[in-house]
């Protein structure tokens, strides 16, 4: 038996990944305090499931495939920017994301439920759709003003919509120069 630190995700259509990238590089400072998402990372994370063993993972799978059967492809469109737990108090600095359907919110609260019922542990917050683009490092804690200034300068900018019609199952491999993913299983939704 082996763990295999893993997570569900949405991967993003060329053009909001290339904008995502771009948004990243005018944000980047050296030495900001700011852990960014290396920009060949960029994705969309709808549910971390932390180490999974390698024997579940057909059934986390059958999980996201029962999930996936019941919904159809749906849009999404990024733009803005924000922090969590607040813009005063940002840990983590996110792109925005509008999911005019409901149809991201509905999969992760299934996909929390259907979960839960193999063990693993359900995120206690609703959750708020958006791209992370970067976390304050441990010794800094909150983003200094500089930061939080780019991030405001970029608060009207649209990032692109996509057509969501597949999840992915992530495996992340962590080393010295930052994860590296690959992909485990890639679930259509039903169309």
């Not at 995700?9 to 995502?20: E, K, Q, Y």
């Not at 924000?82 to 005019?100: H, K, M, Q, V, W």
């Not at 800094?140 to 057509?163: F, I, K, P, Q």
Request: charged share 25%; hydrophobic share 40%.
């Amino acid at each position: 038996m082996k763990n295999i630190r893993s997570f569900i995700a949405i991967r993003l259509a060329p053009d909001v990944d290339r904008n995502s990238a771009r948004m990243l590089q005018r944000l980047r400072q050296a030495n900001d305090g700011i852990k960014w998402v290396p920009t060949d990372n960029l994705h969309l994370t709808l549910k971390f499931l932390g180490d999974v063993d390698n024997t579940e993972v057909p059934a986390v799978c059958k999980v996201i495939q029962r999930v996936c059967s019941d919904h159809s492809p749906f849009h999404l469109d990024f733009a803005g920017t924000g922090g969590f737990p607040s813009l005063e108090r940002p840990r983590i600095l996110y792109a925005g994301i509008n999911d005019a359907s409901g149809s991201l919110t509905r999969i992760v609260s299934r996909l929390e439920t259907s979960l839960a019922e193999l063990g693993f542990k359900q995120e206690p917050r609703d959750y708020i759709p958006h791209l992370t683009l970067g976390r304050t490092r441990s010794t800094s804690r909150l983003a200094n003003s500089d930061v939080m200034e780019r991030l405001a300068a970029e608060e009207e900018t649209h990032l692109g919509g996509m057509l969501v019609n597949s999840l992915q199952l992530v495996a992340s491999f962590l080393d010295k120069s930052g994860p590296t993913y690959q992909i485990m299983d890639t679930i259509p939704l039903d169309s």
